[in-house]
């Protein structure tokens, strides 16, 4: 077990602050999510974590011995898939995940074995002998994570890792990043897909310009988004039947056909149920599903809102 520690850090460029006086602890055998608006500074964040942007105040630690750009431990502890990755574009899609492993240290044995592996894992053995530079946006990103994950850090920060990818590479990729989680590791990952992202979190941090201002595990900022469900009822025949008890939820009010979806409080959505489930035949079919993180994550965004990205932060 270790500790990850950022302490009062702060990036200012000219007058503006990317982000300001974040204060965390973040223990191994978790994963934690950087949500936000663009412009909030969680690449930020990420960035002065492995030393490519340099705080202007503050400092960053593990197991209180603080992280120095360059050093040796530092590349040893922390691997990083940023937004757009450069370095490996010349070489092969096999030699950008191969070499990544030898370079963290693994055997030429266990490097090829692990390359190959991933390449099944993630449908890229067709692509191996192809340049990283020719490749599709989304095989590129597959390739990025691959690059990463094939010799795991104690310490892995991944900056938009599902971008780009189909609906099944992304579901290999959350795959890929739960079974990553271990004792002592921790994975750091910014998403815009919250939906997805939820089922991997145990922990969310939600920043606004510059500033975490949520932190907490996903069930708890589900319970701070509200008490209500979310409710879908197809009718049998007409769906204007149910319109008189359904005044007061607009504008949570969507009716397609005969279905009836809507939004209430706990209690008032329950009572609405009991009443029509009560009477013969008005009924087909009923879904109740409780709010999830991304519903949490746009109430707190209303809270916040107007989102204004400030310039030179990410």
Request: glycine share 8%.
């Amino acid at each position: 077990m270790f500790a990850l520690e950022f302490d009062r850090l702060s990036k200012r460029y000219a007058s503006v602050w990317a982000n300001r006086e974040i204060t965390l602890h973040i223990t191994s055998g978790s994963i934690v999510g950087l949500l936000g608006p663009n412009g909030a500074g969680k690449t930020t964040l990420l960035r002065q974590l492995v030393g490519l942007t340099r705080p202007t105040t503050g400092s960053i630690s593990i197991n209180q011995q603080r992280v120095v750009p360059g050093m040796r431990w530092v590349k040893e502890t922390i691997a990083y898939l940023p937004q757009h990755p450069l370095a490996l574009a010349d070489l092969t899609v096999y030699e950008a995940i191969c070499f990544s492993a030898r370079l963290r240290g693994q055997s030429p044995k266990d490097a090829e074995n692990h390359t190959r592996e991933l390449l099944e894992r993630l449908d890229l053995t067709g692509l191996s002998q192809r340049q990283v530079v020719g490749l599709s946006g989304g095989e590129r990103r597959l390739v990025g994570v691959a690059s990463v994950v094939v010799a795991p850090t104690p310490i892995i920060a991944l900056d938009e890792p599902t971008n780009e990818l189909d609906p099944l590479m992304r579901h290999r990729i959350w795959d890929l990043i739960q079974n990553l989680r271990h004792p002592d590791r921790i994975l750091l990952l910014i998403s815009h897909n919250v939906l997805e992202a939820e089922r991997v979190l145990d922990r969310v941090l939600i920043m606004h310009q510059g500033q975490i201002i949520r932190d907490g595990s996903p069930g708890s900022l589900r319970q701070n988004a509200g008490d209500f469900l979310n409710v879908v009822v197809t009718v049998s025949d007409d769906p204007k039947r149910l319109s008189p008890d359904l005044t007061g939820v607009s504008p949570d009010l969507h009716v397609h056909g005969r279905v009836v979806e809507f939004t209430a409080p706990r209690v008032q959505a329950l009572g609405y149920l009991a009443k029509w489930l009560a009477e013969p035949g008005l009924v087909d079919r009923v879904a109740v599903n409780e709010p999830t993180l991304e519903d949490a994550y746009l109430a707190i965004r209303q809270q916040n809102a107007p989102d204004r990205p400030q310039a030179g932060s990410k």
